[in-house]
């Protein structure tokens, strides 16, 4: 990628990586009902999720190049499905520090990373504009992945941690607040469809 670049795909991944989407709402879901400790460990697993996903998607992409384009669209639907049943779990949660430990654990932040259609999608964009035109070597696909890594459990961080600072004010408006997660995440599942 030429330095040239930089810039364009800096804005390209905070504009991606710090708005809504599945795993920034599960991120401030997990802090606002267990709380940071535990938030922190599912942020590692959204970490090591994303991690797995993006050195799939640069391999994928090192290997297969232009031939994997016209499957990356079925990415969607299946990103879109996961992100409703996130959604109706969402809606139908117990009271803050209530429910299954399994909610809000590394597993789930890992499921949520390697199913998460919108960073996918976003991770195969970014390589196909910011590294294919120019070079197809593994390293330059991992130096891109290294920066997506600020969009991907970077952007998750963001939402966990205002989450915490949050946390006092949302407790006492739990219920209103899954129900807007859950309208957000439903939102999300759409418009990646559209």
């Known amino acids: 990628m030429p330095i040239e670049l930089l810039p364009s795909i800096m804005f390209a ?34 970490l090591v999720g994303f991690w797995i996903a993006v050195s799939v998607l640069a391999l ?20 879109s499905v996961y ?17 299954d430990a399994k909610e809000c654990s590394f597993a789930s932040g890992m499921v949520v990373q390697l199913t ?12 196909s504009v910011y590294v294919l035109p120019y070079s197809n070597r593994l390293s330059d696909l991992f130096v891109v992945a290294a920066l ?17 600072f949050l946390r006092k004010f949302f407790v006492e ?12 995440l439903a939102l999300c599942a759409v418009y990646i469809i559209i």
Request: aromatic letters at 14%.
């Open 60 to 79: 994928l992409t090192h290997f297969l190049g232009d031939v994997l384009g016209e499957y990356v669209r079925w990415l969607k639907y299946l990103g």
């Open 116 to 127: 998460n259609a919108k960073m996918m999608l976003f991770d195969l964009t970014a390589f």
């Open 173 to 184: 408006y739990m219920k209103q607040i899954n129900i807007v997660m859950s309208l957000l």
């Open 13 to 46: 991944i905070f504009a991606v990586g710090y708005t809504p989407g599945p795993a920034n709402l599960y991120a401030l879901a997990c802090v606002l009902k267990y709380g940071r400790k535990r938030a922190l460990r599912m942020w590692q697993g959204e």
């Open 148 to 164: 997506l890594t600020i969009a991907g459990p970077g952007g998750n961080l963001v939402w966990l941690l205002a989450g915490s």
């Open 83 to 99: 992100m409703l049943w996130l959604a109706w779990k969402m809606y139908h949660r117990a009271d803050v520090g209530e429910g």
